[in-house]
Nanobody, 126 residues
Framework: QLQLVESGGGLVQPGGSLRLSCAAS????????IGWFRQAPGKEREGVAC????????LYTDSVKGRFTISRDNAKNTVYLQMNGLKPEDTAVYYC???????????????????WGQGTQVTVSS
């Protein structure tokens, strides 16, 4: 059974950092593109960062460029999202998702991803 489990969310003050983890079970992430998405109350789910099967192949939404870093450790079957310089507007439930890569990384659209985790809450507040 394919499963993704996110962890690492929590409450942090503005300017702080968190590292989210997305651990896969039931399949190997090597051949999958992985995306991090977020959804705030009353807003649509948006793509935050995506990584292709090659770890240097990454995409970020403009609002997180220079602050967030997506990475993958295939040996641990895990993808990470390092979030620095957090802002209140980053508050949301963060989800990771996977789709078979086929060697191509398309823009981070939720509709392109097939397997989803349950989400982890990130709250940025003083």
């Amino acid at each position: 059974q394919l499963q993704l489990v996110e962890s690492g969310g929590g409450l942090v003050q503005p300017g702080g950092s968190l590292r989210l983890s997305c651990a896969a079970s039931g399949f190997t992430l090597d051949y999958y593109n992985i995306g991090w998405f977020r959804q705030a109350p009353g807003k649509e789910r948006e793509g935050v960062a995506c990584i292709g099967t090659r770890p240097t192949n990454t995409l970020y939404t403009d609002s997180v460029k220079g602050r967030f870093t997506i990475s993958r450790d295939n040996a641990k079957n895990t993808v990470y999202l390092q979030m620095n310089g957090l802002k209140p507007e980053d508050t949301a439930v963060y989800y990771c998702a996977a789709t078979y890569g086929y060697g191509i990384l398309r823009p981070c659209r939720a509709t392109d991803y097939d397997y989803w985790g349950q989400g982890t809450q990130v709250t940025v507040s003083s």
